[in-house]
């Protein structure tokens, strides 16, 4: 009777097993679709803005090479985003179902699911054609497909002339404890260094703002295998990349108003970017944006957006992807992922953690994303954020008024001729 018994509970409890398999609701899974990328990125390697008079054997060198004047893409710079179109192309057309976004023949399918623009330094317009020689075609490098718009002049770097305020927060930036503190604790390694410029008659003495002056042609040297100056040492280079960083850091973000200069229209136009691909709908092709913008302004973007310190590396061409993802069920709220890759020749995309994270997907969701740095879009860029005082406009009556006050002082300022003097003689009265 045990044994009976033994069995039918047995029994029983597979009995129940099985209906719970059957009739259990199945938890809905999450499939995340790719709606859109943002690509931003700076241009490839390029040679220096400015030439070290201490370096002459350098400085053969780069004015060796053939067609690239001071900041120009180099040939080393057109491959390095030649390669980076390639790894573009392998995740995004030839990858997983969920992260193609773009056709495979470009060529001949619609061209509008993919938009490029850049800035109008030549470095940065070179920069995407390479890299559309990737991206879209087997052919040789340069091999241009799609157009390259020009993006807006507010995301080129601000200048003091442009924009009056650069110059009054850097001045600010310059008198503070903690800049001074810095350039005290730095002044061994600037003075240093500063015999690299004792030959340019413009600059008097080295001072912290002008550390950029020595590190870019240093910073290019290195990329090119050429031997540092005598006496700068590796520990000396590492130590002004550091500092310069620091800089760039103080004066381009170091508070709100800083970073809506120098990265308020890119997040501006990332927002604005996120937010559309959200609305596609689902049978809408998903789509690529790509924007050149000045390794400055990227840097800008990056120290704005990010917690966590990543800072550009000693190479060229740094870029952040922002992917836009739709998940079902179809109630569920878009979501972007941030990724930033600080080296051009290697496919390592590392995540950026912003403070609007969430862990359930990693990443944030568009609106969190939008509501998180809204505050750091420009309300007026040129008025409000630049302080340039318009000018205000006169008014038909005001030039009215002025003119006849002109007519009347010459009226009386000079004499009269009288009409009887055809002759060419004046008749003074």
Same mark, same amino acid.
């Given at each position: 009777?045990?044994?009976?018994?033994?069995?039918?509970?047995?029994?029983?409890?597979?009995?129940? &097993?099985?209906?719970?398999?059957?009739?259990?609701?199945?938890?809905?899974?999450?499939?995340?679709?790719?709606?859109?990328?943002?690509?931003?990125?700076?241009?490839?390697?390029?040679?220096?803005?400015?030439?070290?008079?201490?370096?002459?054997?350098?400085?053969?060198?780069?004015?060796?090479? &053939?067609?690239?004047?001071?900041?120009?893409?180099?040939?080393?710079?057109?491959?390095?985003?030649?390669?980076?179109?390639?790894?573009?192309?392998?995740?995004?057309?030839?990858?997983?179902?969920?992260?193609?976004?773009?056709?495979?023949?470009?060529?001949?399918?619609?061209?509008?699911?993919?938009?490029?623009?850049?800035?109008?330094?030549?470095?940065?317009?070179?920069?995407?054609?390479?890299?559309?020689?990737?991206? $879209?075609?087997?052919?040789?490098?340069?091999?241009? *497909?799609? !157009?390259?718009?020009?993006?807006?002049?507010?995301?080129?770097?601000?200048?003091?002339?442009?924009?009056?305020?650069?110059?009054?927060?850097?001045?600010?930036?310059?008198? =503070?404890?903690?800049?001074?503190?810095?350039?005290?604790?730095?002044?061994?390694?600037?003075?240093?260094?500063?015999?690299?410029?004792?030959?340019?008659?413009?600059?008097?003495?080295?001072?912290?703002?002008?550390?950029?002056?020595?590190?870019?042609?240093?910073?290019?040297?290195?990329?090119?295998?050429?031997?540092?100056?005598?006496?700068?040492?590796?520990?000396?280079?590492?130590?002004?990349?550091?500092?310069?960083?620091?800089?760039?850091?103080?004066?381009?973000?170091?508070?709100?108003?800083?970073?809506?200069?120098?990265?308020?229209?890119?997040?501006?136009? *990332?927002?604005?970017?996120?937010?559309?691909?959200?609305?596609?709908?689902?049978?809408?092709?998903?789509?690529?944006?790509?924007?050149? /913008?000045?390794?400055?302004?990227? $840097?800008?973007?990056?120290?704005?957006?990010?917690?966590?310190?990543?800072? %550009?590396?000693?190479?060229?061409?740094? =870029?952040?992807?922002?992917?836009? $993802?739709?998940?079902?069920?179809?109630?569920?709220? %878009?979501?972007?992922?941030?990724?930033?890759?600080?080296?051009?020749?290697?496919?390592?995309?590392? %995540?950026?953690?912003? =403070?609007?994270?969430?862990?359930?997907?990693?990443?944030?969701?568009?609106?969190?994303?939008?509501?998180? $740095?809204?505050?750091?879009?420009?309300?007026?860029?040129?008025?409000?954020?630049?302080? /340039?005082? !318009?000018?205000?406009?006169? =008014?038909?009556?005001?030039?009215?008024?002025?003119?006849?006050?002109?007519? &009347?002082?010459?009226?009386?300022?000079?004499?009269?001729?009288?009409?009887?003097?055809?002759?060419?003689?004046?008749? /003074?009265?």
């Amino acid at each position: 009777l045990t044994m009976k018994r033994a069995c039918f509970y047995q029994r029983l409890l597979v009995l129940l &097993a099985y209906a719970h398999v059957c009739f259990s609701k199945t938890p809905e899974t999450v499939v995340d679709t790719l709606l859109g990328v943002l690509f931003v990125h700076t241009y490839g390697d390029r040679t220096p803005l400015t030439l070290l008079p201490i370096e002459e054997e350098n400085n053969k060198y780069w004015e060796s090479l &053939a067609g690239s004047g001071r900041g120009e893409l180099t040939t080393k710079g057109i491959k390095q985003m030649h390669g980076l179109g390639k790894l573009l192309k392998e995740r995004y057309m030839l990858g997983a179902t969920n992260s193609k976004i773009l056709p495979k023949q470009v060529e001949t399918q619609e061209r509008s699911s993919f938009r490029a623009e850049s800035v109008s330094s030549g470095r940065c317009l070179r920069s995407v054609a390479a890299l559309h020689s990737g991206l $879209f075609s087997t052919g040789s490098v340069g091999n241009q *497909i799609v !157009p390259i718009y020009p993006t807006n002049l507010h995301l080129e770097i601000p200048t003091d002339e442009l924009c009056p305020r650069v110059a009054q927060l850097r001045d600010e930036k310059q008198v =503070s404890d903690k800049w001074k503190h810095e350039e005290t604790r730095s002044r061994t390694l600037i003075d240093k260094l500063s015999v690299l410029v004792s030959l340019w008659p413009h600059l008097k003495g080295l001072s912290l703002i002008d550390i950029q002056n020595i590190q870019d042609p240093l910073r290019c040297d290195a990329n090119h295998n050429l031997n540092m100056p005598k006496g700068v040492t590796d520990d000396d280079y590492k130590n002004l990349t550091r500092l310069n960083n620091w800089v760039r850091e103080e004066v381009m973000c170091a508070s709100d108003a800083e970073k809506r200069l120098y990265s308020g229209n890119m997040v501006s136009k *990332i927002i604005t970017s996120l937010s559309s691909m959200a609305r596609e709908n689902e049978d809408e092709k998903p789509h690529m944006v790509e924007t050149c /913008i000045e390794e400055s302004s990227l $840097f800008a973007l990056l120290c704005s957006l990010s917690e966590t310190k990543l800072r %550009p590396g000693s190479g060229f061409g740094s =870029s952040i992807v922002f992917e836009a $993802f739709s998940s079902s069920p179809s109630n569920a709220e %878009p979501y972007v992922k941030v990724y930033y890759n600080a080296n051009v020749g290697k496919n390592d995309f590392i %995540p950026v953690k912003l =403070s609007c994270h969430k862990v359930q997907f990693d990443g944030c969701t568009i609106s969190d994303f939008r509501q998180t $740095f809204e505050h750091l879009v420009p309300v007026n860029y040129f008025n409000q954020e630049c302080k /340039i005082v !318009p000018v205000e406009r006169t =008014s038909t009556i005001d030039v009215v008024a002025v003119c006849i006050i002109i007519v &009347a002082v010459l009226f009386l300022v000079f004499p009269r001729i009288s009409p009887s003097s055809a002759s060419g003689y004046q008749q /003074i009265r």
